[in-house]
């Protein structure tokens, strides 16, 4: 299990929320690339630029607030 999902489930088990995010497509240098993000405080891993991270950061974010999964698509 990569680094960040372990994260993730820890935090799940403490009963704190928390998400991860996660490269699926698109260039093949970005696959996989992955973000932890507990409910509150810094996310830590990469999507492929600090812009991006954030972007996609603040939607995972939204969706994790609002209890739903779903694809986000990330700026180019």
């Known amino acids: 299990m990569q680094p960040h999902r372990t994260a993730a489930l820890a935090e799940v088990v403490a009963g704190r929320s928390a998400t991860v995010a996660q490269v699926v497509g698109?260039?093949?240098g970005?696959?996989?690339g992955t973000l932890h993000?507990?409910?509150e405080g810094p996310y830590d891993g990469t999507l492929?630029?600090?812009r991006e991270d954030q972007v996609v950061a603040a939607q995972a974010r939204a969706l994790l607030r609002?209890?739903?999964t779903g694809r986000i698509h990330r700026p180019p």
Do not use: S, V
């Open 66 to 68: 609002a209890g739903r």
């Open 26 to 28: 698109g260039p093949r």
């Open 30 to 32: 970005l696959l996989g």
């Open 37 to 39: 993000l507990p409910g």
């Open 48 to 50: 492929g630029g600090e």
